[in-house]
């Protein structure tokens, strides 16, 4: 399973838009400095994740993401997260994804 992700500094108040193929230990490794294009902005929060059953298909979305066009996709939806951080009643819709059925 691979992961796209969205990360949001609280000390630089920046976005960070990556993937990998283990979530957890990635936003560990972005936390300890171990990257060198997020050390600046430790600590870091997960606002936002997606997954995949390819690479293939995380690369397309996180490309996807990073285009001018869509930093505005990502700005909406960092105000859906402050609202569900605040109790205003956000719940999940994202259905869960079955990769058996995708070879």
């Given at each position: 399973?691979?992961?796209?992700y969205v990360?949001?500094?609280?000390?630089?108040?920046?976005?960070?838009?990556?993937?990998?193929?283990?979530?957890?230990?990635?936003?560990?490794?972005?936390?300890?400095?171990?990257?060198k294009?997020?050390?600046?902005g430790?600590?870091?929060?997960?606002?936002?994740?997606?997954?995949?059953?390819?690479?293939?298909?995380?690369?397309?979305?996180?490309?996807?993401?990073?285009?001018?066009?869509?930093?505005?996709?990502?700005?909406?939806?960092?105000?859906?997260?402050?609202?569900?951080?605040?109790?205003?009643?956000?719940e999940?819709?994202?259905?869960?994804?079955?990769?058996?059925?995708?070879?």
């Open positions: 399973m691979f992961h796209v990360l949001r500094s609280s000390k630089a108040g920046r976005r960070y838009v990556g993937s990998c193929e283990d979530l957890d230990e990635r936003l560990r490794r972005h936390n300890l400095g171990h990257s294009a997020t050390r600046h430790i600590a870091w929060t997960l606002i936002h994740s997606e997954r995949f059953c390819s690479r293939t298909e995380a690369s397309k979305k996180e490309r996807y993401y990073k285009s001018g066009r869509r930093r505005e996709e990502l700005d909406q939806l960092q105000w859906v997260v402050l609202a569900a951080a605040t109790g205003r009643g956000f999940s819709r994202r259905p869960e994804i079955d990769c058996s059925r995708a070879r």
